[in-house]
């Protein structure tokens, strides 16, 4: 398996620009989870998905993200309009659970955005 | 606010020497304990502590989780280069409702290991 994938792995962008991030979770996972690391705020878990379904949103910062998952395979998050407050590196992670979440989560290379 | 509280933030050794991190937290609801290992890239899952007093072992990592004086230690023995890194602590909470729980992790233990 190739493992968790994400894209772009890195992003520069402008003040403004609408920013799209992607992941492919490892196959057979039903957890998908959305990460945002920065120096100041250490790991931070915006969102977290099971089966495909939003379960929490309560650490996406404000209304400017968004995230989605439309299948098994795939998620996207989404920062319009982007800020330079949100230059962080973003993680993707997934794992499998049966009933209650299970933590023991694999994590994708990340995806390190620069908004100037 | 649950807090994750991880010290030392910065720890230089030798290799061969012994190092004991730490993690304290202060959470509604506990309901488990993890540990990851961030080298370059992206973080590795290490340990998921549960229960007080049991010690998870994985060569020459353990950890223990203290559930009463709410903090756990990860010890390394006979440290490697290999075992530079940022060390991670994180905390799960909540009530035992699909959905409620949340994750906070802490700012992590810088560890660096000189040959």
């Known amino acids: 398996d190739a493992g968790v994938i994400q894209s772009p792995r890195h992003e520069v962008t402008e003040m403004g620009q609408e920013v799209t991030l992607r992941c492919k979770p490892i196959s057979g996972h039903n957890s998908l989870f959305w990460y945002r690391q920065t120096m100041m705020r250490g790991l931070e878990l915006l969102i977290y998905f099971n089966n495909n379904v939003p379960i929490d949103d309560s650490g996406m910062p404000e209304d400017r993200f968004s995230a989605k998952m439309p299948n098994a395979s795939f998620s996207t998050l989404k920062i319009q309009p982007s800020e330079p407050r949100d230059s962080a590196v973003y993680f993707c992670?997934?794992?499998?659970?049966?009933?209650?979440?299970?933590?023991?989560?694999?994590f994708g290379p990340g995806t390190r955005l620069t908004v100037t | 606010e649950d807090k994750v509280v991880q010290s030392p933030l910065s720890l230089v050794v030798h290799e061969g020497d012994t190092v004991t991190l730490n993690c304290s937290y202060e959470?509604?609801?506990?309901?488990?304990l993890l540990w990851y290992k961030q080298e370059k890239k992206a973080p590795t899952f290490l340990f998921m502590l549960t229960s007080s007093g049991i010690e998870k072992k994985s060569g020459r990592l353990s950890s223990i989780l203290d559930k009463k004086e709410l903090f756990s230690i990860l010890n390394i023995t006979a440290t490697q280069t290999g075992d530079s890194a940022i060390y991670l602590c994180?905390?799960?909470?909540?009530?035992?409702?699909?959905?409620?729980?949340?994750?906070?992790f802490g700012t992590g233990t810088r560890l660096t290991i000189i040959p």
């Open positions: 992670a997934s794992s499998f659970t049966a009933g209650l979440i299970s933590y023991e989560q694999y």
């Open positions: 994180a905390v799960v909470a909540g009530v035992s409702n699909f959905g409620n729980e949340k994750l906070t």
């Open positions: 959470v509604t609801n506990f309901r488990s």
